[in-house]
């Protein structure tokens, strides 16, 4: 058994019978939490844990119960999940504060519905499924407290819209989003990892999960053990720039000693202190700076076209904006999709596509093969064959 403090407040934290129980104590007072905790202690060894348990939990308020909770997943989810539900229970948080878990009701929670939906003081409202994803974490929160049931008729999750097909970029926008990230150390390893997705199909996770025995660098091919499903284990041949950007990372890993075959191949870095055996969280603020940057770079190259062909300065103007704009929604997933998309336009069989991308139907594979329309204007070009030529001009005929 095991006392601890958080805050003021004393908890308990002791295991029986595999099953391990960490309950706020309600006291201050150091003595009086060991009584507690003996008290505690007996009713679970004679089967009251659980009941008693909940109704613990749910007399905490809830911040202290968001506290609990989190500690109670931690080591029983993925360190990804727990962090995860660490960012969604932030603004629950910020609404609910210090309110009793059981004092919740429906109307609380569709309270706290329109609350994000407007965004809340100084915020934009937020997308439905952000609150939904919200929502499931205050669900398992009153499930730890045996209210949900009670609830769950009268709570009514948002309408979530349909995630829109990702962009491909063309040739030139790919070209100088790479030329862009070439011209700046600090996009090193978010261009490796750019370039091995638009090689390889790979998801930002499964390139995160790479250690370097995943790698065969003799026969270069990689290994992807690390998924989002099942059908994306899947062993992808390299092509010259995957093979490019390996040698580089392989490199660098071994110029700081991190090469060895249990170390990621994109480790963790925190503090100015890099950890080979944790992988790295992500490379967001290192994308959305390289996105901003090659967006601008996109819109001069179309301002400037568009001046060249005679234009005013407000028509390149304009030109520059919208030429910007649309690299400026430009995702890391992105690059899968721009991977697909160009396999089915070289003519991959359907078969090759879903085996480099690991999908589990046509349907998905679909859904990413969204062919450009550049592609799709060539392959119904070649259908013509002078139907239309010659014959008589419609003619409308008058009244007599």
């Known amino acids: 058994m095991k006392?601890?403090?958080?805050?003021?407040?004393?908890?308990?934290?002791?295991?029986?019978?595999?099953?391990?129980?960490?309950?706020?104590?309600?006291?201050?007072?150091?003595?009086?939490?060991?009584?507690?905790?003996?008290?505690?202690?007996?009713?679970i060894k004679q089967g009251k844990g659980i009941s008693a348990m909940g109704r613990e939990f749910a007399r905490q308020p809830f911040r202290e119960a968001v506290k609990i909770f989190l500690a109670e997943r931690s080591g029983r989810v993925s360190e990804r999940t727990a962090r995860l539900e660490r960012e969604r229970s932030g603004r629950l948080i910020e609404f609910f504060k210090d309110r009793p878990v059981n004092r919740i009701k429906a109307d609380d929670i569709a309270a706290f519905q329109?609350?994000?939906?407007?965004?809340?003081?100084?915020?934009?409202?937020?997308?439905g499924r952000t609150v939904n994803m919200e929502l499931g974490v205050l669900r398992q929160i009153m499930r730890r407290a045996r209210l949900w049931l009670?609830?769950?008729?009268?709570?009514?999750?948002?309408?979530?819209?349909?995630?829109?097909?990702?962009?491909?970029?063309?040739?030139?926008?790919?070209?100088?989003?790479?030329?862009t990230a070439a011209s700046n150390d600090r996009w090193f390893i978010v261009r490796a990892a750019a370039a091995l997705a638009a090689s390889t199909t790979c998801r930002g996770v499964e390139?995160?999960?790479?250690?370097?025995?995943?790698?065969?660098?003799?026969?270069?091919?990689?290994?992807?053990?690390?998924?989002?499903?099942?059908?994306g284990h899947r062993s992808i041949p390299l092509n010259a720039d995957g093979r490019e950007a390996i040698r580089q990372l392989r490199e660098r890993a071994e110029a700081l000693g991190i090469a060895e075959p249990e170390h990621?191949?994109?480790?963790?870095?925190?503090?100015?202190?890099?950890?080979?055996?944790?992988?790295?969280?992500?490379?967001?603020?290192?994308?959305?700076?390289?996105?901003?940057?090659?967006?601008?770079?996109?819109?001069?190259?179309?301002?400037?076209?568009?001046?060249?062909?005679?234009g005013t300065l407000t028509a390149a103007k304009r030109a520059y904006r919208?030429?910007?704009?649309?690299?400026?929604?430009?995702?890391?997933?992105?690059?899968?999709?721009?991977?697909?998309?160009?396999?089915?336009?070289?003519?991959?069989?359907?078969?090759?596509l879903m085996a480099v991308a690991g999908h589990m139907s046509r349907r998905m594979m679909e859904h990413y093969?969204?062919?450009?329309?550049?592609?799709?204007?060539?392959?119904?070009?070649k259908l013509s064959s002078g139907l239309m030529k010659g014959g008589k001009p419609f003619m409308v005929r008058k009244a007599s």
């Open 3 to 43: 006392l601890f403090k958080r805050g003021l407040r004393w908890y308990l934290d002791v295991t029986v019978n595999g099953a391990r129980y960490q309950e706020a104590l309600g006291t201050t007072d150091h003595r009086e939490a060991k009584r507690l905790a003996g008290d505690r202690l007996s009713e």
């Open 114 to 127: 329109r609350w994000r939906r407007a965004g809340g003081p100084n915020r934009q409202g937020v997308a």
């Open 150 to 179: 009670g609830l769950a008729e009268d709570v009514t999750f948002e309408r979530e819209t349909v995630k829109p097909i990702g962009r491909v970029l063309t040739h030139e926008e790919k070209e100088i989003l790479f030329e």
């Open 207 to 231: 390139l995160k999960g790479l250690r370097w025995q995943d790698i065969d660098l003799d026969e270069a091919i990689i290994h992807v053990r690390r998924s989002k499903t099942q059908a």
């Open 264 to 310: 990621f191949v994109f480790p963790a870095c925190e503090r100015q202190t890099i950890n080979p055996l944790k992988a790295q969280v992500g490379w967001r603020t290192a994308w959305r700076s390289l996105i901003r940057a090659t967006a601008r770079q996109v819109g001069r190259n179309a301002a400037r076209t568009a001046l060249a062909g005679n």
């Open 322 to 352: 919208k030429a910007a704009t649309a690299i400026e929604g430009f995702r890391f997933h992105d690059l899968r999709h721009q991977a697909v998309t160009e396999l089915a336009e070289a003519g991959a069989p359907d078969a090759t």
């Open 369 to 381: 093969s969204h062919v450009r329309m550049a592609a799709k204007r060539e392959a119904v070009d």
